[in-house]
Every structure is written in C-alpha cells, then in structure tokens.
C-alpha cells in the first residue's frame, strides 16, 4: 500500500539554525499538510497546500516557516531561525481529493538545542 | 472546551472488554475522522463518517456521529493489547483546508 514518507526520522539542529523537513506525499494526492505535535500534547495543524499554493495557514505557521513542492514527488517544510520551542514531531500528510482521509507520515522528530 | 475535544483523556482496560472514546467538536463539520497513534509513530486513519450519516462500522471498530450534539463516539469492541495508542478525532474546518485535532484518548488494554 502506498504510503507517505518523511525524512530524517531525527534531526537535531542548533538553535537559529535553518532546519528542513522532507516529505513524499502519496503519488496521487493532490492536497498537503503539515502538523506539529509538541511532546504529550495535541497534534496542530501548520499549513495545508493545494495547487502549489498555500491554501490555508494557522497562526503558528508565521514567517519563520516555508513549504515548497520543488519537483513533483517532494513536499518540504523550512523552519527559519529555529528557537528551542520549534522541538517537536513534525508530521506531513496527504489527500487524494476532498472528503477523502489523510495519510501520514511516521513523522520527523526535531530536537532544537 | 475546545474544538475536537475527546473523553476519558486516558483509559485503561483488559483485554477483550469493549472500549468506548467520545470527541465533541464546536463547528459545522462536513465529516469527523478518527486516528490510532502508536508511541512514536504517525497517525492511521481508522474511519471517516460523514455529516449526513449516523453510524458506521469497519470490523472491531463502530463510530457514531451526533451532529445535533456535536459529539462523536468511537467504540473498539474485544479490545486486544494491540490497541494500545492514543486515539483522535479530527474535524476539518468547514470552508476551510484547515484540519482539528482533539486532544486524543491514551488506550491501554492490559493482557
């Protein structure tokens, strides 16, 4: 079964660093996602992007962050300048159209020190 | 409580009881999904019912939606300790690509 692919699984950076998650959506899918997940808490949404172009943000998701779909299987989260409360399980998922469930990714687990 | 807010926040049971998690979410939704996460891993979707339905099966697992309530409810049936993970409703925002996660229930089912 198809299946969305994030790498690294651990990134460790320095902070201010400049971090950049990558992901592979499903081949098929036309909508992707972002979403955070700081330890023990709840899963948030960042940013969803359809038609190379962002269609939705949430207020975390401010200029310190940036998505790219350079080629058309890549699908990259840019963290600028990161700060020590960015450490968290950065998941990525996709959708094939609406009404239809995402897929996730096993996540990227970002430790800023 | 906020938007996609699940109860009990933790639960803990044998093995082969059922289980039953609830969600409450606060906006007009279009349909309500559920997702497993294990420790460490990404979330699997589980099910996805939509507004205009009320109940819906797929093998152990029964999800029914009160969109009148807002609430859903999630029910496992003859748990086994493989069901141990954290569950979540999730509501996307409608009129929006914006997605909503509860707060998620911790499941243990106990060998």
């Known amino acids: 079964e198809p299946e969305v692919t994030q790498t690294p699984s651990h990134q460790v950076t320095q902070m201010g660093q400049e971090v950049i998650l990558r992901c592979v959506p499903i081949?098929?899918?036309?909508?992707f996602y972002w979403y955070r997940q700081i330890l023990g808490q709840k899963v948030e949404f960042l940013v969803s992007?359809?038609?190379?172009?962002?269609?939705?943000k949430s207020e975390i998701f401010d200029d310190q962050f940036s998505v790219e779909r350079p080629d058309g299987s890549n699908f990259t989260l840019k963290i600028r300048s990161t700060k020590l409360e960015d450490s968290a399980m950065y998941f990525c998922?996709?959708?094939?159209?609406?009404?239809?469930?995402?897929?996730f990714g096993d996540g990227t687990r970002l430790s800023i020190l | 409580s906020q938007q996609g807010e699940e109860d009990p926040q933790a639960l803990s049971i044998q093995e082969g009881e059922n289980a039953t998690m609830n969600c409450s979410y606060k906006?007009?939704?279009?349909?309500l999904q559920w997702y497993r996460q294990n420790s460490g891993r990404g979330l699997v979707h589980l099910i996805l019912?939509?507004?205009?339905?009320r109940e819906k099966h797929s093998g152990r697992l029964r999800v029914t939606l009160d969109t009148s309530k807002k609430s859903s409810s999630l029910l496992i049936t003859a748990s086994r300790a493989a069901d141990t993970a954290s569950y979540f409703c999730?509501?996307?925002?409608?009129?929006?690509?914006?997605?909503?996660f509860g707060t998620g229930t911790r499941l243990k089912v106990l060998a």
């Open positions: 998922a996709s959708r094939a159209r609406a009404g239809q469930p995402q897929h």
């Open positions: 081949s098929n899918h036309l909508y």
């Open positions: 992007f359809y038609n190379n172009e962002i269609s939705e």
């Open positions: 906006t007009s939704i279009n349909n």
């Open positions: 019912i939509r507004s205009n339905e």
């Open positions: 999730a509501t996307p925002v409608s009129g929006t690509y914006k997605y909503i």
